[in-house]
């Protein structure tokens, strides 16, 4: 069974901190996606990384996929009230079909 | 159509009862996913299909739970009996055949009473 940590599992920061919020796993993933949902809403995709190694940038938001496409990171710089959300990340199998979610990394970022 | 829909947005009912969810995906996904999530937490896993049929219903928590796609599109999840700790947000997402993304409905916020 395939399964995603996420840490830390709750975030308060304030507006202007940098923070870095992490998706680990023992298994293999074909790739990573990132989510954030908001109350009362879906969760919403931020990115898909897909090559260990790879590194992608999204405004102030930085995502790294694991050289053994097994762990994954994402960095906020300069937080701002409207990052408050429940990030998560999920991971896909080898065929692209299967998806496990990690339990979320709940983030605030007060003004 | 633009976006995953679910109706309804909120469902109350009470122990014991049937209930049905809907989902519409995205007009020409194939793949189409059920999630659950409770209060504060993760997504759980429930069903996935592509086309009409099922390949993995293993995460079902109950035989009270089933699932049906009609044509290619819209889904029904059925909740059979309802128990209280049914009660939380149901998540459909959907995605093109082999592509690596999902997207997400709004979901639908069960109480069970």
């Known amino acids: 069974t395939q399964l995603l940590e996420q840490s830390p599992q709750f975030l308060s920061i304030q507006e202007g901190e940098n923070l870095t919020v992490y998706c680990n796993s023992s298994?293999?993933?074909?790739?990573l996606q990132w989510y954030r949902q908001e109350p009362g809403e879906g969760p919403v995709l931020l990115v898909t990384?897909?090559?260990?190694?790879e590194v992608k940038k999204l405004k102030r938001l930085t995502f790294q996929f694991g050289d053994a496409r097994k762990d994954s990171s994402l960095h906020i710089t300069a937080a701002q009230p409207g990052d408050t959300g429940l990030y998560l990340c999920?991971?896909?199998?080898?065929?692209?079909?299967?998806?496990?979610f990690g339990p979320g990394t709940r983030l605030s970022v007060l003004p | 159509g633009a976006g995953v829909s679910q109706s309804p947005s909120n469902k109350v009912t009470e122990k014991g009862k049937d209930v049905e969810l809907r989902c519409d995906p995205i007009s020409g996904h194939t793949a189409l996913y059920w999630y659950r999530q409770s209060l504060g937490q993760g997504l759980e896993f429930l069903i996935y299909?592509?086309?009409?049929?099922?390949?993995?219903k293993s995460g079902l928590p109950s035989d009270r739970f089933s699932a049906e796609r009609t044509g290619g599109s819209v889904s029904t999840l059925t909740i059979q009996r309802t128990q209280q700790e049914d009660s939380a947000v149901y998540l459909c997402a959907s995605s093109l055949n082999g592509v690596k993304t999902q997207y997400f409905g709004p979901g639908t916020r069960l109480l069970v009473l």
């Open positions: 999920a991971g896909a199998d080898n065929y692209g079909q299967n998806f496990v």
């Open positions: 299909f592509q086309g009409n049929s099922a390949p993995d």
């Open positions: 298994s293999v993933f074909s790739s």
């Open positions: 990384v897909v090559t260990g190694g």
